[in-house]
C-alpha cells in the first residue's frame, strides 16, 4: 500500500494570504496525484489531477505542483471560501488501490 | 452534466449487511470509459476507498475490505451498488459514490464527479 501523509495537520492563514500544503508519497507515484477540497457536510470537491492540472471551474488561485514523491498544493490569495479541508490521493499503483492522505484543515488566522 | 446520487437504508444492525445504490443522472453509466467507485468517510476522520467498477462488471476492492465487499452494475437502471457484509461499528461511516474518469492512456483513473454521501450508522 502506498502511504500518502500530509504536512501541516492544520494551517493558519490570513484571508489574502498565499497557503501552502504538502503531500508526500511512500513511493513514486509518478504525477497520478489529485488534490480535493472538502468543506463540513459536503462531499470532496476534485481541484487538481495529474498533479498539476486544475479540474474544471476551479479558480486559477489554486496551483498543483510536484512528481514522484514530494507534492505542493498552492493558493496564492485565499479566499474565505477557500477555508476547508484538502486531502490528496494517489491513482498510480496497479491493481488499483487509491489511498488518501489524512488531510490538511485550512483555518482562518 | 453528470450527478451522482447515494440511497440505502441508514441504520444496519451489526453483523448484517449493508446495501447502498447509486443513481447516475445526466447521462449514461455505460458511456465514456468510465469506472464507478465507492469511498467512505468516517465521521471526523479521512477517506477510505471501498471499490471500483466498470460497466463490463470488472471490479477492483481494497484488499482490507475485499472479503466483505461486493460492487454491481446495473447498466438498464443506471445504477451501481454495493454489499459490504458482516458489518460492525467500524463501518459506520459517510459512504460516497463517485466516477473514476480515466487518464489520457485509460490507465490510471481520478475521482472528478462525487455523490453527496449518505450516512450510515451500524447499531443494534
Known amino acids: 500500500e502506498i502511504v500518502m501523509t500530509q504536512s501541516p495537520a492544520t494551517l493558519s492563514v490570513s484571508p489574502g494570504e498565499r497557503a501552502t500544503l504538502s503531500c508526500r508519497a511512500s513511493?513514486?507515484?509518478?504525477?497520478?496525484l489529485a488534490w480535493y477540497q472538502q468543506k463540513p457536510g459536503q462531499a470532496p470537491r476534485l481541484l487538481i489531477y495529474?498533479?498539476?492540472t486544475r479540474a474544471t471551474g476551479i479558480p486559477a488561485r489554486f496551483s498543483g505542483s510536484g512528481s514522484g514523491t514530494e507534492f505542493t498544493l498552492t493558493i496564492s490569495s485565499l479566499q474565505s471560501e477557500d477555508f476547508a479541508v484538502y486531502y490528496c490521493?494517489?491513482?498510480?499503483?496497479?491493481?488499483?488501490?487509491?489511498?488518501f492522505g489524512q488531510g490538511t484543515k485550512l483555518e482562518i488566522k | 452534466q453528470v450527478q451522482l446520487q447515494e440511497s440505502g437504508p441508514g441504520l444496519v444492525k451489526p453483523s448484517q449487511t449493508l446495501s447502498l445504490t447509486c443513481t447516475v443522472s445526466?447521462?449514461?453509466?455505460?458511456?465514456?470509459?468510465?469506472?464507478w467507485s465507492w469511498i467512505r468517510q468516517p465521521a471526523g476522520k479521512g477517506l477510505e476507498w471501498i471499490g471500483r467498477?466498470?460497466?463490463?462488471?470488472?471490479?477492483n476492492y481494497n484488499p482490507s475490505l475485499k472479503s466483505r465487499v461486493t460492487i454491481s452494475v446495473d447498466t438498464s437502471k443506471n445504477q451501481f451498488s454495493l454489499k459490504l457484509s458482516s458489518v460492525t461499528a467500524a463501518d459506520t461511516a459517510v459512504y460516497y459514490c463517485?466516477?473514476?474518469?480515466?487518464?489520457?492512456?485509460?490507465?490510471?483513473?481520478?475521482?472528478?464527479?462525487w455523490g453527496k454521501g449518505t450516512t450510515v450508522t451500524v447499531s443494534s
Open positions: 463517485a466516477r473514476l474518469h480515466p487518464t489520457r492512456n485509460y490507465y490510471y483513473y481520478y475521482m472528478d464527479v
Open positions: 445526466g447521462g449514461s453509466i455505460s458511456s465514456g470509459s468510465y469506472y
Open positions: 467498477i466498470y460497466t463490463s462488471g470488472s471490479t
Open positions: 513511493q513514486s507515484v509518478s504525477s497520478n
Open positions: 495529474g498533479a498539476s
Open positions: 490521493q494517489q491513482y498510480n499503483n496497479w491493481p488499483p488501490e487509491y489511498t
